[in-house]
């Protein structure tokens, strides 16, 4: 199975900060990589697919990068809804898996 | 609007059964590739099945092998989730998804708001 781990698991930033969130695969994903976003007792949203590709209607202030084993979800600007809980996600083969998720506190 | 309405949850006792039920609509459901993914209170995120367009190919993730059955209904726009022998460990919210299009290389775009599972005696 490919393993997926995030750093850091936990993040304390004030509204205004560039803030970077780095996913690292076991094995090559090329750029089968999702990255969510989850607030406390909601679901997961979806913010980019392919790696780097901008899911409709979120935010240009998110951004992703990398392929292979190394990604990066950026947010250039944070303001005070984008505090909560990260997951990337690979779909490069099954079993999907995702990473532990990274904590975006105040 | 895309619309997944997930039901089914509640309280059942360590090897019981359920079956969770996924209602959709704003969609050709029929088109798209369908998982569930399921969360255990305070904790990640763990894709547990997925179920191809026609309802023909299934994956399982190892830890419900076995146990759990995906299947769907397209004429109902409805996808399920059998859960057999269930284990303490199997207690979660479990999130109904929709693939864009195929799963395999692809994304999960839409996501229901979950129900939860609680396995306990």
């Known amino acids: 199975d490919i393993q997926l781990t995030q750093s850091p698991s936990y993040l304390s930033a004030s509204v205004g900060d560039r803030v970077t969130v780095t996913c690292r695969a076991s094995?090559?994903?090329?750029?089968?990589l999702a990255w969510y976003q989850q607030k406390p007792g909601k679901a997961p949203k979806l913010l980019i697919y392919?790696?780097?590709t901008l899911q409709s209607g979120v935010p240009s202030r998110f951004s992703g990068s990398g392929s292979g084993t190394e990604f990066t979800l950026t947010i250039s600007s944070l303001q005070p809804e984008d505090f909560a809980t990260y997951y990337c996600?690979?779909?490069?083969?099954?079993?999907?898996?995702f990473g532990p998720g990274t904590k975006v506190d105040i | 609007e895309v619309q997944l309405l997930d039901s089914g949850g509640g309280l059942v006792q360590p090897g019981g059964s359920l079956r969770l039920s996924c209602a959709a609509s704003?969609?050709?459901?029929?088109?798209?590739?369908m998982v569930w993914v399921r969360q255990a209170p305070g904790k990640g995120l763990e894709w547990v099945s997925a179920?191809?367009?026609?309802?023909?190919?299934?994956y399982y993730a190892y830890s419900v092998k076995g146990r759990f059955t995906i299947s769907r209904d397209n004429s109902k726009n409805t996808l399920y989730l059998q859960l057999n022998s269930l284990r303490a460990e199997d207690t979660a919210v479990y999130y109904c998804?929709?693939?864009?299009?195929?799963?395999?290389?692809?994304?999960?775009?839409?996501w229901g708001q979950g129900t939860l599972v609680t396995v306990s005696s």
């Open positions: 094995q090559g994903i090329s750029s089968f």
């Open positions: 998804v929709k693939c864009y299009g195929r799963c395999l290389k692809n994304h999960f775009d839409h």
């Open positions: 704003g969609f050709t459901f029929s088109d798209y590739s």
């Open positions: 179920l191809s367009s026609r309802g023909d190919v299934a």
């Open positions: 392919a790696a780097s």
């Open positions: 996600q690979q779909l490069d083969t099954y079993p999907f898996t």
